[in-house]
């Protein structure tokens, strides 16, 4: 289902615009993360400090770094795993 969505809206639109949809898209998952921990309503699931810690600094990350493509986030969360 997902690939078959992405391949119709990349079809669609130009690559300027998947472009920036792939920005906001990662700046609005970092502000998911830092809502799931530190929000009005954080997820129960996350009760480790060292996970709060890693998903709170992932989320900063795609905040505050510039970050283009989806392609990307892999490499992103596992260098903030690794530290």
């Not at 905040?63 to 892999?74: I, M, S, V």
């Amino acid at each position: 289902f997902l690939t078959t969505y992405w391949n119709r809206m990349t079809e669609s639109i130009s690559m300027e615009q998947l472009a920036g949809l792939q920005r906001r898209a990662l700046v609005n998952l970092g502000g998911c993360l830092i809502a799931r921990v530190d929000g009005k309503s954080p997820v129960e699931y996350l009760d480790d400090p060292v996970t709060k810690d890693t998903v709170r600094a992932i989320g900063w990350n795609l905040l505050n770094e510039p970050h283009e493509y989806w392609e990307d986030l892999p490499e992103t969360i596992m260098n903030r795993i690794d530290h």
